[in-house]
């Protein structure tokens, strides 16, 4: 054994399940644990996935290996879907699912309450990027978090050391250029929703920039992001303590599944980097054009880039089909077969052990059991997943039994050793509980959020109840602090030195969009609104959420008029605005013009259709792309009264100060805008 396994334990190999298929490729890979999902609520629905008979039969063969399952529950639901979402988590929990892996707030605290007992991992899709996550999680019933794939090795460190909860990271496979949960291109421009597990995947389009085409250089494809792969850093990545190492790929082949259990299976146990022969079979298995590790080296570059080629495509064909699971499980077998008393036989692997009686052997009239015929018959164990690799016989001489017998005791062993492998769980180890039922508390008021305090004319000020402003840019012509989308533990002195900043300057509130930064705002001791990114969907969530101290909540954008009438609470709701689509670290703007391109405020990626996005700077130079469409309700006042809408949200991105002032006058007097506009969906 080496030094670091030594000192270290072995994080879980963590692999992707799509298909029975992939169960079994990953199985024989050496997973230590799957993770697949169900027939609802899972981000991967275009995966072969798994109805209830599936589950049950994907569980056993799991479990019959040693290998954990978790289901993949990570996508947000709606009220009117509440009793069919925690019916999915009550038959994983029967089914004898390890852990579920969430993604809605209110969706785990309601689980929580239902099934106290089942194991609850954070989704990536929930932002979690910083060790004041794993606090705020445990309170609710985490005992894992998937951190962002963002985080840089140094950052893991810290939320592993700070952490009160597991921490898993992915390891490899396909890349999201968005931060995870902060992705709604695929929902608002295409809609299908990547929230609701339906994702086009519009980052792997190409794009151009029509408005700066003398600058334009180095790729038509700036937000196609090659795979990760950190199998280069196994050594540091153990000694980092994280708890699970997943594996992306659940849409993928089990041939794919296979290879990439089977290689990072080795790395792991051996304690070191892959070679590069190892790095080639990888990328063989699945690759677009190698792989990067940019995010967890901290070099966040055009590196990253990468589509898959044709040549990428043609070295997937060389790689050879997966020919079935063949592992079998030894266990040793003691027999007795003795006169006046059941024959027995007995199964053990060492930890745990099976007995089961079967008839009471007869005198024999010509041919007696032989010890040859007992152990032949006895050792036979077919198709099932066990193989006996030692059996001990008492046998008394002159007796018979039927070979029919031994086979069938034989068999009721084996079912006996597969029933001990489930956990005991019936409905009595459920909790009663009721939705949540809010009263509508909306107040009638317009509150707006500003790119920049240029844009804040005085007929903005005059109108608007609250005006917010990001915090790097805050000044007092603002009242109210949007905190950045992401605080790694590295920024977070910085933003503390900001955010005393703009208290200095009079800022009255704060505006979280992730509950790991949640810490932070309570340090200020002041209101706390929540931003849209929270992706609020469902009364759940906002009970939840107030529960946690959020004042006024902003629900998501991707929710239809009826499905915001439905929600109770203290909320708001976005009714004019570029809605932000991604939140990038990687700098797109760079790689489609250049930064004095950034500098004016002029950026936008054209899409094949000819449609502008425009692009704007956050702080530490993160990218938001915004929808090329404002979505805006000014002549449609009437509608959102009708549906109870009087909370009303407006953001401003890179409108000027005259298109600022034309807005609110649209809005004063119940006019349409000049020009093209999205609406809130019925």
Request: hydrophobic fraction near 35%; proline fraction near 5%; aromatic fraction near 6%.
């Amino acid at each position: 054994m080496s030094d670091l396994k030594k000192k270290h334990a072995l994080p879980e190999l963590l692999c992707p399940v799509g298909s029975p298929e992939a169960l079994d490729a990953a199985i024989e890979g050496g997973a230590d644990a799957v993770y697949l999902g169900g027939s609802l609520f899972n981000a991967r629905m275009n995966a072969h996935n798994f109805n209830s008979d599936a589950l049950r039969a994907a569980v056993l063969r799991a479990h019959t290996y040693g290998v954990k399952v978790y289901q993949t529950v990570n996508t947000l639901f709606t009220d009117r879907e509440r009793e069919d979402y925690l019916r999915t988590a009550r038959e994983a929990y029967l089914a004898g699912v390890d852990a579920l892996i969430v993604a809605d707030l209110g969706g785990a605290s309601a689980i929580h309450e239902l099934i106290p007992s089942f194991e609850l991992h954070a989704s990536t899709q929930m932002s979690g990027h910083c060790a004041d996550m794993g606090h705020e999680l445990k309170k609710l019933g985490f005992s894992r978090m998937v951190i962002a794939r963002e985080t840089s090795a140094e950052d893991i460190e810290t939320v592993v050391r700070n952490s009160p909860i597991e921490v898993e990271i992915f390891v490899h496979g396909a890349l999201c250029v968005s931060h995870s949960g902060q992705c709604l291109f695929s929902s608002l421009v295409g809609g299908r929703s990547g929230n609701r597990g339906e994702c086009a995947q519009p980052c792997r389009l190409p794009y151009s920039c029509a408005s700066c085409a003398k600058n334009q250089k180095r790729t038509p494809y700036p937000l196609s992001l090659k795979d990760l792969s950190l199998a280069t850093h196994v050594p540091e990545v153990i000694r980092s303590g994280v708890a699970s190492l997943k594996i992306e790929g659940r849409m993928k082949s089990p041939e794919y599944v296979y290879e990439t259990a089977r290689i990072w299976r080795r790395l792991l146990d051996e304690a070191r980097a892959a070679t590069p022969d190892e790095m080639q079979r990888l990328a063989n298995a699945f690759s677009r054009g190698g792989f990067t590790d940019g995010s967890y080296k901290g070099r966040i570059d055009r590196t990253m880039l990468g589509i898959r080629s044709e040549g990428d495509k043609e070295s997937s064909r060389t790689v050879a089909p997966f020919a079935g699971l063949s592992r079998r499980i030894p266990l040793t077998a003691t027999a007795c077969i003795r006169a006046n008393v059941p024959a027995t036989l007995t199964l053990s692997d060492g930890n745990r052990t099976v007995t089961v009686e079967g008839d009471i052997p007869m005198e024999a009239r010509n041919a007696p059991l032989t010890e040859e015929t007992v152990l032949r018959n006895l050792s036979k164990t077919g198709g099932t997943a066990y193989e006996i690799d030692k059996l001990e016989l008492s046998l008394d001489g002159g007796l018979m039994l039927p070979i029919s017998r031994l086979n069938d005791l034989r068999r009721r062993a084996i079912a006996a050793w597969e029933d001990g492998l489930q956990n005991p769980r019936n409905e009595g180890d459920f909790c009663a509980k009721s939705a949540h039922v809010l009263q509508k508390t909306r107040i009638s008021q317009y509150t707006a959020r500003f790119t920049s305090p240029s844009q804040i004319t005085d007929r903005a000020r005059a109108f608007f109840d609250r005006i917010s402003l990001p915090l790097h840019q805050y000044t007092d012509r603002a009242d109210d602090v949007i905190l950045p989308p992401v605080i790694f533990d590295s920024d977070r002195d910085e933003v503390r030195e900001l955010l005393a900043r703009a208290i200095s300057l009079g800022c009255t509130s704060l505006t979280v969009g992730n509950l790991g930064h949640l810490p932070l705002a309570r340090e200020c001791g002041l209101p706390i609104h929540g931003d849209f990114r929270l992706n609020v969907t469902n009364n759940e969530t906002v009970a939840r959420l107030h529960d946690l101290g959020f004042d006024e909540i902003l629900l998501s954008p991707e929710l239809t008029l009826p499905q915001i009438r439905d929600i109770g609470g203290k909320t708001a709701v976005i009714v004019y605005g570029r809605i932000p689509l991604m939140t990038l670290e990687k700098c797109v703007i760079r790689e489609l013009a250049d930064c004095t391109v950034c500098d004016r405020g002029e950026a936008r990626m054209t899409d094949r259709r000819g449609i502008e996005f425009p692009i704007l700077r956050e702080w530490k130079h993160r990218n938001v792309v915004y929808n090329s469409l404002p979505t805006c309700m000014s002549d449609r006042i009437e509608e959102l009264c009708r549906y109870g809408i009087s909370n009303r949200h407006f953001i401003f991105s890179n409108e000027t100060p005259r298109e600022v002032d034309e807005v609110i006058e649209a809005f004063e007097k119940g006019l349409s805008l000049p020009k093209k506009v999205r609406r809130m969906l019925k």
